[in-house]
């Protein structure tokens, strides 16, 4: 065989190859058709996240979660409502004795304890945060201006009360505030201020937002037999337990049936900590009392 043959030869072998080849690259219309039909099925996942991420579209349940109420036992408002009911009795007491109004007992009361739930009122039953001076009866030590202050600790909650009452009514540069008519707490809440009792200057117009939107004025007309209709309502709370030596919430439930969470909630309690003395509602109070 000479040379030109084995050249043709070469050249169509190539040929036939490379035709070969690219008929297996090719697609049919068949596939290619099969394929787009697929693609218009499938949803990309950058589209499924979008819609399922997108916070403008919730679900009903969603929706009426976010605007549903929170429930009022266990908010602020529950806790200084429970506060009133626990101390009105005592603060009546002490305008009494002391010719202070109650509702500025009450109002000071809530401000400076946090409605009976702050860390020095908890530990001590120190509902005024007087510091200890020249007090020789028992002390606890908080950080209040200062790391580690001391501060009069008393064994039951009336006490406390008793001796704010004592504070105001033995230092001279309170003696202007009892020459006021016995219920004017607008008077008493700025002359508080005035005589240094408090540095923050909107100190009596929380104590009056606090006297009139729980409408402590009431039990100052109780005291001045101005209400004795309603002061019969006031005081009639039922309900109640005094917390005794060793007892326990759990305890307490058990006695009178209830869960211990409700009675957490009753009484806006946030911890299980309880102290002799202190007074615990066990049933909820009437929405008309």
């Excluded at 400076?112 to 007087?130: C, D, Q, R, V, Y």
């Excluded at 039990?219 to 030596?245: E, I, M, Q």
């Excluded at 326990?248 to 009753?266: F, Q």
Aim: glycine share 6%; aromatic share 10%.
């Amino acid at each position: 065989m000479n040379s030109t043959k084995i050249v043709g030869l070469a050249i169509l072998f190539s040929i036939f190859f490379s035709c070969k080849s690219k008929q297996a690259t090719i697609p049919s219309k068949k596939t290619t058709k099969k394929v787009s039909q697929i693609q218009k099925k499938t949803k990309s996942p950058t589209t499924v996240n979008k819609k399922t991420s997108s916070p403008s579209k919730k679900s009903k349940i969603e929706r009426v979660a976010s605007t549903k109420s929170a429930p009022t036992y266990g908010s602020y408002t529950a806790k200084i409502e429970n506060y009133i009911e626990l101390y009105s009795e005592i603060a009546m007491e002490q305008m009494r004795q002391y010719k202070i109004p109650a509702s500025i007992t009450l109002a000071q009361g809530i401000l400076e304890s946090g409605a009976g739930t702050g860390p020095l009122t908890m530990k001590s039953n120190n509902h005024f945060g007087i510091k200890c001076h020249d007090w020789k009866g028992l002390k606890v030590y908080h950080d209040d201006d200062e790391k580690g202050e001391c501060f009069r600790k008393y064994s039951l909650a009336k006490f406390s009360f008793q001796d704010h009452s004592i504070f105001l009514s033995t230092r001279g540069r309170y003696f202007s505030l009892f020459k006021l008519p016995k219920d004017d707490y607008k008077g008493w809440a700025k002359g508080l201020q005035a005589a240094g009792y408090a540095t923050d200057p909107k100190y009596p117009s929380k104590l009056i937002r606090i006297i009139e939107k729980h409408k402590l004025y009431q039990y100052d007309a109780t005291v001045l037999g101005k209400s004795k209709k309603k002061a019969k309502r006031v005081v009639s709370v039922p309900g109640k337990y005094t917390v005794k030596k060793g007892d326990t919430l759990y305890s307490i439930a058990r006695k009178n049936k209830i869960k211990v969470d409700l009675l957490k909630e009753l009484n806006g309690l946030d911890s299980n900590t309880i102290f002799e003395g202190q007074i615990l509602y066990v049933k909820p109070i009437p929405k008309d009392f």
